[in-house]
């Protein structure tokens, strides 16, 4: 069973310029969810996709945007790139089903740095 | 409000000693479920227990039991034998039955001392 991989592990970027995070689901998984985790804080919930539509969005603004395709795999896209979004960006992925029980495997993140 | 509240920012334990990490939640949804992750410095957040609204007793898995007290809104995460690998932040965390997203707090930071 592949657990879920995330790419790159470290980014540095600028003010203003825009990046791609890349997330791989666990095997049989059909649900991601992204999180943004600055120092010291604990994970805020960005967005889920499920069956690559949508599912439920945080209080992040419309600069941050996503996709899901067919094999499940997901992508965080982020805009006009602000210091504050230096984060760390976790992927979780997950079985939708009833119930409140939807254990979320992580990634081991992606670090983003904006200069 | 906070849907979690951690109010243990760091704590220290003596190794093979026992510790209590506190978590309480807020929800008026009377089904959800309750989560504690840990997360060591590479940042990869790690499964450790779970526990259901509806589940009659506390959750154990191991080492790790959650002292869960529904009329409290509680969820304290009970780590029993303290190994030096124990040393990591902990994240509870929470999510409802007609909600999509995971609520986690802010976390507490556990160092295990030899």
């Known amino acids: 069973e592949t657990g879920v991989t995330q790419s790159p592990t470290h980014l540095i970027k600028t003010r203003g310029q825009q990046v791609t995070l890349r997330c791989s689901s666990q095997?049989?998984?059909?649900?991601v969810s992204w999180y943004q985790q600055a120092l010291g804080q604990g994970p805020q919930f960005i967005f889920q996709?499920?069956?690559?539509?949508?599912?439920g969005r945080g209080n992040f603004p419309p600069r941050f945007s996503g996709l899901q395709f067919p094999n499940y795999s997901s992508e965080l896209n982020v805009n006009a790139l602000e210091l504050d979004d230096s984060a760390l960006y976790l992927c979780?992925?997950?079985?939708?089903?009833?119930?409140?029980?939807?254990?979320?495997?992580f990634g081991p993140g992606t670090r983003l740095t904006v200069l | 409000a906070q849907k979690i509240t951690q109010t243990q920012p760091g704590m220290f334990v003596q190794e093979k000693e026992a510790v209590t990490l506190d978590c309480t939640y807020d929800?008026?949804?009377?089904?959800?479920?309750l989560f504690w992750y840990k997360q060591p410095s590479s940042g990869e957040m790690i499964f450790l227990i779970y526990?259901?609204?509806?589940?009659?007793q506390n959750a154990t898995e191991g080492r790790y039991s959650l002292n869960f007290q529904k009329a409290r809104k509680s969820a304290n995460l009970v780590i029993s034998a303290s190994q030096l690998g124990d040393s990591a932040m902990y994240f509870c965390?929470?999510?409802?039955?007609?909600?999509?997203?995971?609520?986690f707090g802010t976390g507490t930071s556990l160092t295990v001392i030899p």
């Open positions: 929800t008026s949804d009377p089904s959800y479920g």
């Open positions: 979780a992925s997950s079985l939708r089903g009833s119930g409140a029980y939807n254990e979320q495997f």
């Open positions: 996709y499920y069956r690559e539509e949508e599912n």
């Open positions: 095997s049989g998984h059909n649900t």
């Open positions: 526990q259901g609204s509806y589940d009659q």
């Open positions: 965390a929470m999510r409802e039955r007609g909600g999509n997203q995971f609520y």
